[in-house]
C-alpha cells in the first residue's frame, strides 16, 4: 500500500523556520512528482509549492517564493519543505502528495499524506 507520512511540524515564533519532511513507501519515488499543500482553519486548500520527478523544476505559490525550498531525495524516498521568514499567515496542516506532474491542482495527485500541523505565532 502507498503510504507518505508528514513530519517535522511544530510551533515556531514569527521569523523563524522550519523544514518539513515526507517519507514515502509503497511506490515507484523517483517516478513521482510531489506536491505541497496547506490548508488553515477555515479556509480551502491551497497549493504551496511541487517539484518535478528528477527534482530539476520547481514551483512556490506567490506567498512563499523566495523563502521557502523544496526538494526530493529519490535515494531516500524522502520530500522536503525548507520554509524561512515564517509569518502567522503560514499556520496551517500541511500535506504531502504524490503523482505524476508537479501541478498547482491538488485533483491531480494520486496519494496524499495525514498532514503536519505548523503554527506560527506572532
Known amino acids: 500500500q502507498v503510504q507518505l507520512v508528514e513530519s517535522g511540524g511544530g510551533l515556531v515564533q514569527a521569523g523563524g523556520s522550519l523544514r518539513l519532511s515526507c517519507a514515502a513507501s509503497?511506490?515507484?519515488?523517483?517516478?513521482?512528482?510531489m506536491g505541497w499543500f496547506r490548508q488553515a482553519p477555515g479556509k480551502e486548500r491551497e497549493f504551496v509549492a511541487s517539484?518535478?520527478?528528477?527534482?530539476?523544476?520547481?514551483y512556490y505559490a506567490d506567498s512563499v517564493k523566495g523563502r521557502s525550498t523544496n526538494s526530493k531525495d529519490n535515494a531516500k524516498n524522502t520530500a522536503y519543505l525548507q520554509m524561512s521568514s515564517l509569518k502567522p499567515e503560514d499556520t496551517a496542516v500541511y500535506y504531502c502528495?504524490?503523482?505524476?506532474?508537479?501541478?498547482?491542482?491538488?485533483?491531480?495527485?494520486?496519494?496524499w499524506g495525514q498532514g503536519t500541523q505548523v503554527t506560527v505565532s506572532s
Open positions: 517539484i518535478s520527478q528528477s527534482g530539476l523544476w520547481k
Open positions: 502528495a504524490a503523482g505524476p506532474g508537479p501541478d498547482r491542482d491538488a485533483p491531480r495527485y494520486s496519494y
Open positions: 509503497g511506490l515507484r519515488f523517483s517516478n513521482n512528482a
